[in-house]
Each structure stands twice: as structure tokens, then as C-alpha cells.
């Protein structure tokens, strides 16, 4: 990231501007640039499915139920979060699955797998649970292989363990993502536009189309 870029997400993060954003009233704890650049990508890769980890309050989830459905995709949202805190007023939307689990958990990965069509569209998968890098890597090792060609994956949260922020977290979302990618090479394409496209992001090395 550009030095200006690098300065910001670190305000921005330091100052928790991050844990006061909401999405029609309810908290999102995202950055910005990067909702829009997840619209965007549903979008443009015609993606017709979500697969979150990490609901806790359930603003994304909601943001990205309104996103598919304004888009008239017929798809759904499921969010899956081991310890949520959701706002009631997302109980309502039809359009999203809330699941609560562990996320990295076969048995979770395989109920959702299920309730996908067999002829399903596109999947955009966002790791935002857990972000100890045993955590993040065992979702990858879980999620991936059911992932199909041209799905989109984003690992949130590579920022901390000093990527800029939180130098005291410890190996993290970064750690893991780059130990997958040493491990499968060939399976995930690293999508560095997109990446780059609004210069701040907590999401380095982070999107990634699959293979």
C-alpha cells in the first residue's frame, strides 16, 4: 500500500472509527472502500451466492442480502459465527442464513454445502471469524476445496499482526492465507487490482479468484 493509504488504515483502525460504521442502522466493523468493492465484485463476477464467516452483529450480511437481491440474483446469504451478536432487526431478512458454529467444522462446511442447488452460480466467500492464523488456515483447508472455478474468495483482516495494526495479535488472516497459497499454488489467483483499487484495505493480499 501506498505510504498515505498505509497512514489512513492505520487511523482509521487505531482511532476505531471501524467499530462505530453500521449498515441501515445496524454496526458492520468494516472499512468503506472495501463494501464497495465487494458489490462490486458480485457484480462483475455475477455471483449469485455468499458465504460468511463471522456474522457477529449481522450488518455485512444484511449488506450483502440487499446487494444480490437488488442485483435480482436469486441466491442467499448464509453467515456462520460461533459466538453471534446479532441485531434482531436482521432476523427478519428472508434472504440470510445465520448459522451458529465454528466455521472451520466440516460438519458446518457440509450443511451449508447442501443447501447450495447443484447447478449453483458463482460463490463469493468472506473469512472474517476467528483471525488466529490456526483458525483462518483450517477454514481454507475446509472451504476451498468445495469452492469451484471462478468463485471469489476474500480473507479479511490480513492488516493485523503489524500489517500494519495490532503488531501485538500474533500470526493471523496474513500468515495463513500466504501458508495456503505456498501449499496450493495453483488453486487461487490472486487478484491484485482489485486489491489495489481504492489504496487502503483490510484485506492485502486478500482476493483471490479461484482457479
Not at 487511523?11 to 460504521?21: C, R
Not at 462446511?109 to 447447478?119: F, I, K, S, T, Y
Not at 471462478?150 to 493485523?160: I, M, N, R
Amino acid at each position: 500500500m501506498h505510504p498515505a493509504a498505509l497512514a489512513y488504515l492505520k487511523w482509521y483502525h487505531e482511532t476505531n472509527v471501524w467499530k462505530q460504521l453500521s449498515y441501515r442502522g445496524v454496526r458492520t466493523l468494516k472499512l468503506p472502500s472495501d463494501m464497495w468493492n465487494y458489490q462490486e465484485i458480485l457484480i462483475e463476477h455475477d455471483v449469485e451466492w455468499v458465504i460468511e464467516t463471522g456474522s457477529r452483529h449481522g450488518g455485512s450480511a444484511i449488506f450483502f442480502a440487499d446487494v444480490l437481491r437488488n442485483a435480482g440474483r436469486k441466491g442467499k446469504v448464509f453467515s456462520i459465527d460461533y459466538q453471534p451478536a446479532l441485531d434482531p432487526r436482521v432476523l427478519a431478512d428472508a434472504s440470510v442464513d445465520f448459522i451458529t458454529g465454528d466455521s472451520a467444522d466440516p460438519a458446518i462446511v457440509d450443511d451449508v454445502m447442501r443447501r447450495l442447488p447443484a447447478d449453483r452460480k458463482k460463490l463469493f466467500l468472506i473469512l472474517d471469524s476467528d483471525h488466529a492464523a490456526r483458525h483462518v488456515k483450517r477454514e481454507l483447508d475446509a472451504w476451498i476445496p468445495r469452492l469451484r472455478s471462478g468463485d471469489y474468495l476474500v480473507v479479511e483482516d490480513t492488516v493485523v499482526n503489524g500489517h500494519p495494526v495490532r503488531p501485538d495479535h500474533g500470526p493471523g488472516p496474513l500468515e495463513a492465507i500466504r501458508q495456503y497459497v505456498g501449499e496450493h499454488p495453483r488453486r487461487l489467483i490472486r487478484d491484485v487490482a482489485r486489491e489495489a483499487k481504492f489504496g487502503a484495505t483490510f484485506a492485502p493480499e486478500g482476493y483471490y479468484v479461484v482457479a
